[in-house]
């Protein structure tokens, strides 16, 4: 299958913009049955970017736009060719069998068998754990698919309940939550169980009309840089100051207490969030607990991590001296045929749209 | 040069001359009203006035009377412009600055700081006022004395320079502003018997009054005071000279620069505003207005440089 | 590299020399004096000299020494005191003396440990093949949070992460020097070893002369020159500035000091910015490309970017930057994993690993509390122990179990208990003393604890300085010599032979 992605983020601003850096993680990934045909990043703004290579070998984006703006819009979009995987199914191996053989992978993929920043080993979560837990004769394959389910039965679709910086104990505590936690309570079960899972962010293709899921990211990963005072707080301008601005801190940017931005506004798709569990015999294998799904060839992966907090689509800081900003995020995902592109978009756009 | 230095070089130079000021106009008074019994009921209040400071006074001092206003012009640490708070200031940016100063001006500026800590109004009565007072003038002059004579002549003198200029015209005017009124509440007054000793006072404060004789002779006349605290180009403390050697700095620094910038712009506003006019000039068309032009300019031209050299933003 | 055969030999958790160690008597030993009371040869005229004053001119030396320190400046704000008050580094004038041939086997040993710990960043941060061949666990380095996934994929110049190292060394009772502790985050301390030699050279002139002690006053030119040999893409005249936290942090007045000497701007990062992935001083002229910083702020506050998002100290983007290759820092991002205490255990391994050397200067025998055999062992005998946990610096949650109370002990088992990978325990040292003035008018001479820490520089080359602070603990008895828990220091001589 073939699809086209245009990821937009737009910035508005009370008060300009200025010295604002930021980190991307929008490309999605070449390897795996998935290919990125292409690629390409633009701002409305003129900008400075540099592509690299993270810790768990994402392909990042850092963009820095230093002039001040109002208004700051990053399109992200890429062509990308997804092979139907094959659901993994069972593994021929028991969980018991499984954990014998781990000295070696603990040591390989120690970060992902451990807690977290959003998956903490905490009471809560061992005891949900521990209510549905592994019988010794369980297959591998089966436990993890099984599990995906029972955290996707035990809670609802709620996009309220949670917020993009929650940690799997807001779930635990809410009943409700959206895809980002399905897959933290997910990978949480599973490293529990010994079984080593990530985090996988990236997006979900239409499959048909109907579905609709909010925005992953926010503004609090967008944040205004705190200031620097130009001379001692309590030491400037005294009170025979030569009139008009005496206080020097008058004039750098103020710093914005997170809670005072507005919530995103979404239109369309937005990004996906599922796991991915490492298998005997067919290695890291996508797990989809919002939809209560093999990864099929709807699923396409931009970045993988321990949670949330390793990929961000976008994370960044920036200057101003206004108190407000807005972000809205608009996300487009057309299958492409040869020749094409299909119709039925879910976002309702002409075929070819650009945003 | 950084941006931040040349602020901390700015405000430094500009608490050290402010502490200046206090501490003469404190010292001048104190030994006036031991002279001359008081004119008015409260012969210290009107220093309130010069600085712009009566409300904040008011906030935490019921009567303007001598004890209460010696400690907030001298000792009050919640008052950021007393002489203790200036000069922990002035350290403060110059410990900012320790590279750009000579080690000589630190250890200067240090040990006045470390004296400064150790005062209390307690301290006042048994020096007694005329021993402190000198002793803390003697120490701003070693502290100026090392600049001038071991800072070399680049951008770091230039801030410096810029901060105590500006700072010293500003002062000036006010002094005058309020001691004037003060002092001469009529226009018919002008140019009548005035009241030497309190005019004397007015010149001691600004360290201009063997300056005065040397100029003028024994009596004073009021116009000739308004003459060398405004306008006379060679005595140091004038708002003329000041103000030349302000936009001096100010062209040396904006050397680098093409063009006419908003800073250099205000400081020859006020340069041609203090040449081009006179004592008689000024007293004629209204000398509060003169000095309130005089002061706004200082605000511009402060603003005007922080912009330009000063701002991280 | 000589990999082959290395697993069996480290691996062994130590048990057997635990249990002799434990065993073990020892007495300081005295770095003027020898056994028999006579002094060491190379302390033979400052003994004399020592000898030659009473209690008075004693008193008075060390008057001296605090009044210039005290008139310089020469001061360290202290975390948690009350006024936030800066206090005088304390100063003891009687000299710590190393013969040549003695400095000249720890200069060895050092290089060499330095250009091991650096090989050992560079891998960690590369391909990994020391964890890969299990000669260090994988999961010690990746499961500590000094482990900065940020410095993957940056490469300094020719491979530095390490451009300057303070090495903190203890001597035995059996005379010899053993390495404590590495600190190649950002090691302070050189200021106080050049104004040290500064007030000395003023209290006893001849001495120094006539003694050939080496010369400590090139450090900042060599600081400076191995800073410039860091410029990106082989930059000539490259911009070098020192970032500093700002006058509130501990060491500020060694950051004024270095970038005077050096010659360099001192700059905050609201000085910086970073544009077109270039890293710029905001001058009053505009702005100014910067190469190379030395940055004496810690990583969680380098860029709030990556790191702390509420950070005022750093510079927004600098890491991208860093990444882009048009800038460098000093010491890299990611080098406070090798100061972590447990690591320290492999470090010998590194050395053969990387070098395939013998350590010319071993480390104190350090026990990993990981290892439930070993933790069983040490808890029993924890009164026996120094216990440290394996993040932290400055000697803060350091127990000295020989003199703790019990209360103190039980608290302690509790914390290992709770977390035994947190921490490692190392026999206690017994330092050796040194005379230093003591009682309390400083009249007196009396036996002091002191450790040692010289100062490594990695450039394109390595350079050490000769000697380093000497610290010394300046209560009797105490084996605390940090300046941040009452300790002090003394100049040290370097004999030229």
């Known amino acids: ?355 | 040069m950084l941006r931040r230095i040349a602020d901390h070089l700015y405000w430094a130079a500009r608490y050290l001359e402010r502490a200046q000021w206090r501490s003469r106009l404190v010292d001048v008074n104190y030994h006036l009203n031991l002279e001359v019994p008081p004119r008015m009921a409260d012969p210290w209040e009107p220093l309130l006035g010069i600085t712009g400071e009566r409300e904040m006074f008011a906030q935490r001092y019921t009567h303007a009377d001598e004890a209460s206003v010696v400690d907030f012009f001298t000792f009050d640490r919640e008052n950021s412009s007393s002489i203790r708070s200036c000069i922990e200031a002035a350290r403060t940016n110059l410990s900012a600055l320790r590279n750009t100063i000579s080690s000589e001006m630190w250890l200067q500026m240090n040990e006045l700081y470390l004296d400064s800590r150790q005062w209390s109004p307690g301290l006042l009565a048994s020096e007694g006022f005329s021993s402190f007072f000198t002793d803390l003038r003697n120490h701003f002059y070693s502290i100026t004395g090392i600049i001038r004579s071991t800072m070399p002549r680049d951008l770091s003198y230039d801030f410096l320079e810029i901060g105590t200029m500006l700072e010293r015209a500003d002062n000036v005017a006010r002094l005058l502003d309020v001691k004037y009124h003060y002092l001469l509440p009529r226009l018919e007054d002008i140019g009548g018997p005035s009241d030497g000793r309190q005019w004397a006072a007015v010149l001691r404060s600004a360290s201009a009054l063997e300056a005065f004789r040397k100029l003028y002779g024994y009596s004073i006349r009021v116009d000739r005071v308004v003459e060398i605290l405004l306008f006379d180009p060679n005595f140091p403390r004038s708002a003329r000279f000041s103000t030349e050697r302000l936009a001096a700095s100010v062209e040396r620094v904006a050397a680098q620069n093409c063009g006419h910038l908003p800073h250099q712009l205000a400081s020859d506003n006020l340069l041609a505003l203090l040449r081009g006019s006179s004592a008689s000039q000024a007293i004629t068309d209204g000398l509060h207005e003169f000095l309130l032009k005089v002061e706004e300019q200082c605000s511009t031209i402060s603003d005007a440089l922080f912009s330009e050299y000063m701002t991280l933003g | 590299m000589g990999r082959e055969g290395m697993n069996a030999q480290h691996l062994s958790n130590g048990m057997p020399e635990l249990k002799a160690a434990a065993l073990a008597a020892d007495l300081p030993m005295n770095e003027m004096f020898s056994a028999d009371g006579h002094p060491r040869p190379e302390c033979a005229r400052v003994v004399n000299y020592l000898l030659s004053m009473d209690t008075r001119r004693l008193a008075e030396l060390g008057e001296r020494a605090h009044e210039m320190f005290l008139r310089m400046g020469v001061t360290f704000n202290v975390y948690g005191n009350e006024d936030g008050s800066e206090r005088i580094f304390p100063f003891d004038p009687v000299p710590r003396i190393i013969p040549a041939a003695t400095w000249s086997e720890i200069e060895a040993g050092l290089i060499q440990r330095v250009r091991a710990l650096n090989a050992f960043l560079a891998d960690i941060y590369g391909d990994g093949a020391i964890l890969k061949d299990g000669i260090v666990p994988r999961d010690l380095i990746i499961g500590s949070s000094q482990f900065r996934h940020a410095a993957v994929g940056i490469k300094p110049p020719h491979n530095n992460f390490v451009t300057v190292a303070g090495i903190d060394l203890v001597r035995g009772s059996d005379g010899r020097f053993y390495i404590l502790e590495d600190n190649v985050r950002t090691p302070s301390g050189v200021s106080y070893v050049i104004e040290n030699r500064v007030i000395m050279t003023r209290l006893m002139p001849e001495l120094i002369r006539t003694l050939k002690v080496r010369s400590v006053e090139q450090y900042p030119a060599d600081l400076l020159a191995s800073l410039r040999e860091l410029s990106p893409n082989g930059k000539s005249d490259p911009a070098v500035a020192l970032l500093t936290p700002g006058p509130f942090n501990s060491a500020f007045f060694e950051h004024v000091f270095l970038s005077q000497q050096m010659g360099v701007d001192l700059v905050e990062g609201q000085d910086l910015v970073c544009a077109d992935h270039k890293l710029f001083a905001k001058t009053v002229y505009g702005l100014r490309q910067m190469d190379v910083i030395y940055r004496r702020v810690d990583d969680d506050f380098l860029d709030p970017v990556v790191f702390r998002p509420d950070s005022l100290l750093g510079v927004p983007g600098l890491t991208a930057v860093l990444r882009a290759g048009n800038a460098v820092v000093a010491n890299a991002i990611g080098t406070g994993i090798a100061d972590d205490k447990a690591v320290f255990a492999y470090t010998p391994a590194m050395i053969r690993y990387y070098l395939n050397e013998e350590p010319i200067l071993p480390i104190v025998e350090t026990h990993l509390l990981r290892d439930p055999e070993v933790c069983e062992f040490v808890l029993r005998n924890l009164d026996r122990y120094v216990i440290k946990p394996t993040g932290a610096s400055g000697g803060y949650g350091v127990v000295i179990g020989p003199q703790a109370s019990s209360l103190e002990l039980a608290e302690t088992r509790a914390r290992i208990l709770r977390d035994p990978a947190a921490f490692i325990a190392q026999p206690v040292v017994q330092l050796s003393v040194h005379p230093t003035l003591a009682g309390g008018t400083g009249s007196t001479l009396a036996a002091r604890h002191v450790d040692l820490r010289p100062f490594v520089l990695l450039g394109a080359k390595p350079r050490v300085l000769p000697g380093g602070l000497t610290r010394v603990a300046l209560r009797e008895g105490s084996l605390i010599v940090n300046s941040s828990q009452g300790g002090g220091s003394k100049d040290t001589w370097v004999l030229e032979n």
């Not at chain 1, 025979?240 to 507005?262: C, E, I, Y």
């Not at chain 1, 991915?276 to 093999?294: I, K, M, N, Q, V």
């Not at chain 1, 407000?324 to 978009?345: C, F, K, Q, Y």
Request: aromatic share 10%.
């Open chain 1, 1 to 355: 299958m073939l699809y086209r992605i245009t990821h937009t983020t737009r910035f508005e601003y009370e008060l300009p913009a200025y010295d604002s850096q930021n980190e991307l993680r929008m490309r999605p990934w070449d390897r795996d049955g998935q290919r990125c045909i292409s690629f390409d990043l633009t701002t409305n703004e003129p900008s400075s970017t540099l592509e690299y290579g993270d810790f768990f070998g994402n392909r990042a984006h850092s963009i820095c736009v230093s002039a001040p703006h109002r208004k700051l819009e990053i399109v992200a979009r890429s062509v990308v060719e997804l092979d139907t995987p094959q659901p993994p199914g069972a593994t021929g191996m028991t969980l018991v069998e499984f954990l014998r053989g781990d000295s070696v992978r603990n040591n390989v993929y120690f970060e992902y068998l451990n807690p977290s920043q959003y998956i903490p080993f905490s009471e809560r979560l061992r005891k949900f754990f521990w209510m549905a837990r592994p019988q010794e004769t369980e297959d591998v394959g089966l436990y993890v698919a099984r599990m995906m389910a029972y955290v996707r039965d035990q809670f609802e679709y709620e996009t309220t309940a949670t917020h993009v910086h929650s940690s799997l104990n807001d779930i635990l505590d809410s009943g409700g939550g959206v895809c980002q936690d399905f897959a933290h309570l997910t990978i949480g079960i599973l490293r529990l169980a010994g079984i080593p899972a990530r985090y996988v962010s990236g997006y979900l293709a239409p499959a048909g009309a109907g579905y609709l899921a909010p925005a992953a990211g926010s503004p609090l990963d967008h944040m205004p840089s705190p200031p620097g005072p130009l001379s001692p707080p309590d030491l400037t301008a005294g009170s025979n100051a030569l009139g008009g601005v005496g206080s020097s801190s008058d004039l750098t940017a103020r710093f914005h207490p997170p809670g005072t931005l507005s919530p995103p506004d979404v239109t369309a798709q937005a990004s996906h969030a599922w796991l991915e569990a490492w298998l005997p015999g067919t290695g890291w294998s996508g797990f989809d607990p919002t939809h209560r799904c093999a990864v099929d060839g709807r699923h396409i992966g931009v970045a993988v991590g321990r949670d949330y907090a390793d990929v961000p689509p976008l994370r960044g800081v920036f200057r101003s001296d206004g108190m407000d900003s807005m972000m809205t995020v608009h996300l487009n995902v057309e299958p492409l045929n040869a020749g094409g592109p299909s119709g039925g978009s879910l976002s309702g756009s002409q075929s070819r749209s650009q945003q």
